[in-house]
């Protein structure tokens, strides 16, 4: 009887508002349970979040004494009017729209609706390598409408901040901060006859967990500088020391090659990525002295005296 009473005339495609000109008011929460991936490469955040919307209907209301003493009432979510927030950073070619045929709402007899669903989002997400592997990144996810203008609805954020209640810890990134805002961008030329649209924009810091990084890449990069710098108290007609620093080289183009494969394309590249490209520079320069002095040391057998700075 009270599902009848509330939908014998309802239309879920009328903004539930009392008149034409009255503001719908949402609000959204957003929860962070997981980060699934980071690609530096492409530049992508893809993360699982619970997202929480509320606003309410004025054509969803009863008496809860009129009908048995019922407060609320849980329906699919595909029966009722729902805002039409999107995630404007999306880049999930799959996505067409929040999921609305395994999630409910909560429908209460003020008319207050309340929609809770988990879903995964791939967003796009700028970042700046430059400290790796200490560095920390900004990723913005901006939630907002995508017809209705801020003339027909209105957004809030439910706190000041995304909850981090329910995250689960990563291994490779960890949480800074999750801070929410609300905007209303005006579109126009002009500020007086633009159109407005609210959003609200959570600012997601992660900080790379490094460990990782400097036991398997800096660490070993070092170590080999040091390992070359040994090369140049061997002496100057040892067999082993060009086959060597060969060796040390070939694993110093390894170790670039591995920052290559993490690294996105990009002109700002990482101070441990300079660090390996002089290391290589200067060892190559150091192979080539060595041979240099093994030719001296070759053509002027038995003609003169090697002088003593090529011996060193």
């Known amino acids: 009887r009270l599902y009848r009473h509330l939908f014998n005339h309802y239309n879920k495609a009328l903004r539930p508002t009392s008149g034409p000109e009255d503001i719908l008011m949402v609000e959204i929460g957003v929860t962070l349970t997981h980060i699934i991936d980071m690609n530096e490469k492409h530049q992508t955040l893809t993360a699982n979040i619970w997202m929480t919307m509320a606003w309410n209907d004025s054509h969803l209301t009863w008496e809860p004494e009129d009908f048995g003493g019922f407060k609320a009432l849980t329906l699919p979510a595909g029966e009722i009017w729902k805002p039409d927030i ?6 999930d070619p799959y996505f067409s729209g929040w999921s609305t045929d395994d999630t ?18 791939m967003s796009s997400c700028h970042l700046d390598v430059s400290s790796f592997p200490f560095d920390s990144q900004t990723c913005v996810l901006k939630f907002g409408p995508w017809i209705h203008s801020g003339k027909e609805l209105d957004m809030r954020s439910m706190a ?16 800074g901060s ?8 005006w579109y126009g030329e002009d500020f007086n006859i633009g159109t407005p649209y609210a959003d609200v924009t959570f600012k997601l810091v992660l900080k790379r967990k490094s460990t990782f990084y400097v036991f398997n890449l800096l660490l070993p990069c070092l170590l080999l500088t040091f390992v070359m710098t040994a090369t140049f108290f061997l002496p100057s007609n040892c067999g082993e020391k060009l ?4 060796s040390l080289l070939l694993s110093m183009v390894v170790f670039q090659l591995v920052l290559t494969d993490v690294l996105p394309e990009s002109d700002n590249l990482p101070w441990i990525g ?5 290391t290589m520079i200067l060892m190559a320069v150091s192979l080539g002295m060595s041979v240099f002095v093994m030719y001296a040391c070759d053509s002027s057998m038995g003609a003169r005296t090697i002088p003593d700075w090529s011996r060193k």
């Open 86 to 91: 999107v995630l404007y950073q999306n880049v």
């Open 104 to 121: 409910y709402i909560k429908v209460y007899s003020t008319g207050y609706i309340l929609w809770e669903m988990p879903t995964v989002t």
């Open 160 to 175: 000041d901040e995304g909850s981090l209640e329910s995250f689960i810890d990563h291994p490779e990134w960890e949480v």
């Open 178 to 185: 999750f801070k929410a805002k609300r905007h209303m961008i």
């Open 243 to 246: 086959s060597f620093g060969v």
């Open 274 to 278: 300079r660090f390996v490209i002089i």
